[in-house]
Structures are given as C-alpha cells and as structure tokens.
T-cell receptor, first 114, second 117 residues
C-alpha cells in the first residue's frame, strides 16, 4: 500500500482564493482525520469521518472550512475564502475502526496564504 | 476535561546515552496511550501504544514506554539514543469509554528531541 496520499504537497495562494486539499486514505481504513499543525497551536483535529460520515467537526475553525468524504477512498478539505492565518501544514490520517492500532498520516500539505 | 502534558519542549541527549521523553495525562476512565514521532517535513508515525496489560510496552526503533497509573504518566524511553532519533515526539491519549467522541485522541504539544553526536 502506498500509504495515505495527500495532494498537493505545497500550495501557495493569495488571500481570498479557494483552496482544496485532497486525501486518499489507506484501503480498508474506515476512519479519516484532518489535522492542522502550526507552531503556535500544535496539532489540531479539524474533523473526522467514520465510514464516510462526519462524526465530529467541532475543530473546524470557521464556516470558511468544509470537508467532504464522498466515498471510502477520497476526502477533500476546502477553505473558501482563504486567509493568511490559515497558513499551516494540513495532515490527513486514516485508521481502522477504532484507531487503536495507530493512525497512518500522510506527508501533509504545506499551505501558505499570502 | 481530558488532557495531555509534555512538560519539556526540548530534550537534549548525547548519542549512546539513555533518553526519556515525558508525558502525563488526565482522562476519564481507563486511558489508551500512544506515542508518535515526526521527522522533518513528514507526517507523524505511530511508535507504540498502551491499551491494557503489561505496563512496559515496546515499540518501533527500540523505543519503549512505561505506563504508571498512580503518577498518570507514560514516559517514552530508549536505552541508547541515536542521532537518527532526533525528531519531534508526540504523546496522545483517549478514554477507553465507548461511543460519541471518545475515539478522538487528545494530543500533547510535542517534545523536540535532539541527539548530539
């Protein structure tokens, strides 16, 4: 398995533009997590899905953020409109049912909003 | 409220010496505890976990961690550090209680480990 695949690896965009981050989880994993990592706040859980259904989106900072998981092999995180304070590394992770065997993280998308 | 504390932002150790990265937690019910490592420009990698059983758990790359219920700690250890162990280490916890958001991990802020040659 190629692991959790995220794209793009780097994204530089102007304030106000729409940004879409993509994630392909590991086949057979039925939980998917979106995290944001910054120096100031560390690792923050934005949203997680179980069997493609959003379970907890309380970490989504604002209505500008939205996430979808249309099927078991694909998820997107969208920011519209983007702002400079959204600059961070965004990670996608997947796990089997409870995650107690560990999450597998993607390599992340480094987002810079200028 | 559930929480995880990693009291040291940075740990420095000489190669070949033992290392300890500290973690304490607060959780309702029995804890499920995890350690992850993050190398530069990479995602986090799972190292080891404690769910139940022996208080000393062994994981990847020669790391181990000891669960101490009375001290609510789960310190990460390695008998002999390598320069290649230099990375960011994260402790995480969740409650054993089922249902709702209880699967959600609570993460520490991370400890940067520097192993000097």
């Amino acid at each position: 398995d190629a692991g959790v695949i995220q794209s793009p690896r780097h994204e530089v965009t102007e304030m106000g533009q729409e940004v879409t981050l993509r994630c392909k989880p590991i086949s057979g994993h039925n939980s998917l997590f979106w995290y944001r990592q910054t120096m100031m706040r560390g690792l923050e859980l934005l949203i997680y899905f179980n069997n493609n259904v959003p379970i907890d989106d309380s970490g989504m900072p604002e209505d500008r953020f939205s996430a979808k998981m249309p099927n078991a092999s694909f998820s997107t995180l969208k920011i519209q409109p983007s702002e400079p304070r959204d600059s961070a590394v965004y990670f996608c992770a997947s796990s089997q049912r409870t995650g107690d065997d560990g999450y597998t993280f993607g390599s992340g998308t480094r987002l810079t909003v200028v | 409220a559930q929480s995880v504390a990693q009291p040291e932002d940075q740990v420095n150790v000489a190669e070949g010496n033992p290392l300890t990265v500290k973690c304490t937690y607060s959780v309702s019910g029995n804890p499920y505890l995890f350690w992850y490592v993050q190398y530069p420009n990479r995602g986090l990698q799972f190292l080891l976990k404690y769910i139940t059983g022996d208080n000393l758990v062994k994981g990847s790359y020669g790391f181990e961690a000891e669960f101490n219920k009375s001290q609510t700690s789960f310190h990460l250890k390695k008998p002999s550090a390598l320069v290649s162990d230099s990375a960011l280490y994260f402790c995480a916890v969740r409650t054993s209680w089922r249902g709702g958001n209880n699967r959600k991990l609570i993460w520490g802020l991370g400890t940067s480990l520097a192993v000097n040659p």
